[in-house]
């Protein structure tokens, strides 16, 4: 345990040492909810008017679903850096080395989980400026789903990275998967609002349940079902994404 401590402290502070040379991404990959955040936030005010438990408050409903999605957004596109690590030999130099496989990945997680951290504050604290209300157990129970997540995408995109190796190949399989789920997961409206039938497919979407219970969450209803069903989806995806990213990680002609 101490090795494999050490061997993933090492991995994440020279993956942080990369970032802090060009810290400019954590301000980019936090650009895109800032700015729906800004221009979409205000038109929602006559709308949320209709929706129980947010008081009328765009913010405290927007922002909980920009938190999820700064979390798939920003971390499926971490394995970006790890192609270009592989194709530099970094990866393979890294592996004749007695460090654990399993470090390898989770050192590059830790640093995706602060850097989606910091820009969690940051989206957060501007809610509150726009007038973000909400209780302070329940934002904090919020941002912790926010990096469950985020951790999932971060370790499956590293694993998506060592298996096509090709950003002309991830490129569009992220994108692929990211639509239906921007649409189908409810992160800017409510999918009650739309037809039975919408409704029932995003039941199917475990991200839909992540929203609604980031939004409980913030409104303080921590004992809900939402809450419940989204820490549930969150944990079994966090699990699941680190299996198939060590898996693929400990694979010798990965």
Same mark, same amino acid.
């Given at each position: 345990?101490?090795?494999?401590?050490?061997?993933?402290?090492?991995?994440?502070?020279?993956?942080?040492?990369?970032?802090?040379?060009?810290?400019? &991404?954590?301000?980019?990959?936090? @650009?895109?909810?800032?700015?729906?955040?800004?221009?979409?936030?205000?038109?929602?005010?006559?709308?949320?008017?209709?929706?129980?438990?947010?008081?009328?408050?765009?913010?405290?409903?927007?922002?909980?679903?920009?938190?999820?999605?700064?979390?798939?957004?920003?971390?499926?596109?971490?394995?970006?850096?790890?192609?270009?690590?592989?194709?530099?030999?970094?990866?393979?130099?890294?592996?004749?080395?007695?460090? /654990?496989?399993?470090?390898?990945?989770?050192?590059?997680?830790?640093?995706?989980?602060?850097?989606?951290?910091?820009?969690?504050?940051?989206?957060?604290?501007?809610?509150?400026?726009?007038?973000?209300?909400?209780?302070?157990?329940?934002?904090?129970?919020?941002?912790?789903?926010?990096?469950?997540?985020?951790?999932?995408?971060?370790?499956?995109?590293?694993?998506?990275?060592?298996?096509?190796?090709?950003?002309?190949?991830?490129?569009?399989?992220?994108?692929?998967?990211?639509?239906?789920?921007?649409?189908?997961?409810?992160?800017?409206?409510?999918?009650?609002?739309?037809?039975?039938?919408?409704?029932?497919?995003?039941?199917? @979407?475990?991200?839909?349940?992540?929203?609604?219970?980031?939004?409980?969450?913030?409104?303080?209803?921590?004992? /809900?079902?939402?809450?419940?069903?989204?820490?549930?989806?969150?944990?079994?995806?966090?699990?699941?994404?680190? &299996?198939?990213?060590?898996?693929?990680?400990?694979?010798?002609?990965?």
């Amino acid at each position: 345990m101490n090795s494999f401590v050490r061997d993933s402290s090492i991995v994440f502070r020279r993956q942080i040492r990369m970032n802090l040379r060009n810290p400019a &991404w954590v301000l980019i990959g936090v @650009m895109q909810p800032v700015l729906y955040l800004l221009l979409f936030g205000p038109l929602l005010k006559p709308v949320v008017r209709t929706f129980p438990g947010f008081d009328g408050n765009e913010f405290t409903f927007l922002v909980p679903g920009l938190l999820v999605q700064l979390g798939l957004f920003g971390a499926f596109f971490a394995g970006f850096g790890l192609i270009a690590e592989w194709r530099e030999g970094v990866v393979e130099a890294e592996r004749v080395t007695p460090a /654990s496989r399993t470090a390898l990945l989770c050192g590059r997680l830790l640093r995706d989980l602060a850097q989606l951290l910091v820009q969690a504050i940051i989206l957060v604290a501007l809610g509150y400026v726009m007038g973000l209300r909400g209780s302070f157990g329940g934002i904090l129970v919020g941002i912790v789903l926010t990096l469950l997540i985020g951790g999932a995408c971060a370790a499956a995109s590293n694993a998506l990275a060592l298996t096509t190796k090709s950003e002309d190949v991830m490129a569009p399989l992220i994108n692929m998967i990211m639509m239906p789920v921007l649409l189908l997961s409810g992160i800017l409206l409510p999918m009650t609002l739309g037809p039975a039938w919408l409704q029932h497919t995003s039941d199917f @979407m475990p991200f839909r349940w992540i929203v609604d219970g980031v939004r409980d969450s913030f409104t303080g209803d921590l004992g /809900s079902s939402g809450v419940v069903w989204g820490t549930t989806w969150a944990a079994a995806l966090f699990v699941l994404a680190l &299996w198939w990213g060590t898996s693929v990680f400990r694979r010798d002609d990965a």
